[in-house]
C-alpha cells in the first residue's frame, strides 16, 4: 500500500477567473471523462464539460437531445478526475429556460451531484433574469452568447453571427446584460471577430472566444477537436494533435498481432 497522502484538491476559484478581466488569457477546453481531464488540468484553468459531448461522446446530432443525468455523470468524472481546474458544467437544453426556479432546481442538483464549481447555460438578455436568480442563490454562471448551438433550429442552422453589422446591438446588448446579472465571465462562440473584439472592451467581465477573436480574455475548444478526433472541425479550430490517425494506426496494429497470434507475448502473459 501506497504510503504517500494524495495531492491536496486546491481548485481555481471563480473570483480568481473574475479577476483575469483583461490580464493573462485564460485557457480553457473542454472535458468529458477523467483521464483527458487529468491531463487538461495540468495546463488550463477552466474545464467545460461541454453539452457538446452528446455530439462527441454520444454520437448525436446535436446538443438539443442531451439529458441532465448525463450532464451530470460526465462532471462527476471530470471532477473525479482533476484537482486545480475550475470544472464548469453545462447545463442542457430544456433544463432551464422555464422560468429561474426551474433553473435553480436543476444547476443545485449538477453542483450537489458533481461538485462542480460553476455552470454554463445559453442566452443572453432573455436569460438575464435567471443568471441573476441562480448568481444570487449561491451558483456561479458562465454566459454564453453568440452562436447557442441550443438555440440551432431557431437560428437555422450553426451560423455565424454578426456579419450584419446591424445585429450587433443586440449581441452586444447580451453581452452587457448577462454581465450585470452577475455571470463571472461570457463564452463568444461563431462571432465575427471585430464584434468579438468590441464586446470584449466593453464588458466587465472576461469573455472567452471560440471562433470569436484573439482579443477575447480567454480562448476555449472542444478537446476532441483540437487533437484530430473530429474529421470534419468546423473552421475556427486549429487541430493541434492527429489522435485520430494515431488511434487507428494502433487499432491496426493491435488487429494484425491477433491475427498472427503475436499478441499476447510472454511478457503480456501469466506463467
Ligand atoms: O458544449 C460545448 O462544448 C460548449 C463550448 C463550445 C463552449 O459550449
Not at 191 to 217: F, H, W, Y
Request: aromatic residues 4%.
Amino acid at each position: 500500500m501506497s504510503t504517500e497522502s494524495p495531492k491536496p484538491v486546491r481548485r481555481i476559484t471563480v473570483p480568481q477567473i473574475a479577476a483575469r478581466k483583461g490580464g493573462d488569457p485564460i485557457v480553457a477546453l473542454t472535458s468529458y471523462h477523467a483521464h483527458t481531464a487529468a491531463i487538461v488540468d495540468r495546463h488550463a484553468e477552466v474545464i467545460l464539460v461541454g453539452d457538446s459531448l452528446g455530439m462527441v461522446m454520444h454520437g448525436m446530432e446535436s446538443t438539443v437531445g442531451v439529458p441532465l443525468d448525463l450532464m451530470i455523470m460526465h462532471g462527476k468524472a471530470v471532477v473525479r478526475g482533476t484537482r486545480r481546474a475550475l470544472v464548469v458544467v453545462d447545463m442542457p437544453f430544456g433544463s432551464y429556460e422555464e422560468s429561474p426556479g426551474v433553473a435553480f432546481r436543476n444547476a443545485a442538483k449538477v453542483m450537489k451531484e458533481t461538485r462542480c464549481g460553476a455552470v454554463k447555460l445559453e442566452g443572453g438578455a432573455r436569460m438575464a433574469e435567471t443568471i441573476r436568480f441562480l448568481t444570487e442563490r449561491g451558483i456561479p454562471v458562465m454566459a454564453h452568447i453568440g452562436l447557442t448551438p441550443q438555440s440551432s433550429h431557431v437560428m437555422g442552422g450553426f451560423k455565424t453571427q454578426g456579419r450584419d453589422e446591424t445585429s450587433w446591438p443586440a449581441h452586444e446588448a447580451d453581452a452587457q446584460a448577462v454581465a450585470e446579472a452577475g455571470a463571472f465571465a461570457v463564452v463568444l462562440e461563431g462571432m465575427v471577430e471585430p464584434l468579438a473584439a468590441r464586446i470584449t472592451r466593453q464588458v466587465a467581465i472576461p469573455t472567452i472566444g471560440i471562433g470569436a477573436s484573439v482579443d477575447c480574455d480567454g480562448q476555449i475548444l472542444v478537446l476532441e477537436d483540437m487533437l484530430g478526433l473530429n474529421p470534419r472541425p468546423p473552421r475556427f479550430v486549429k487541430v493541434y494533435g492527429q489522435l485520430g490517425g494515431m488511434i487507428e494506426a494502433a487499432v491496426q496494429s493491435y488487429a494484425a498481432d491477433v491475427r498472427a497470434r503475436s499478441f499476447p507475448t510472454d511478457s503480456e502473459v501469466y506463467r
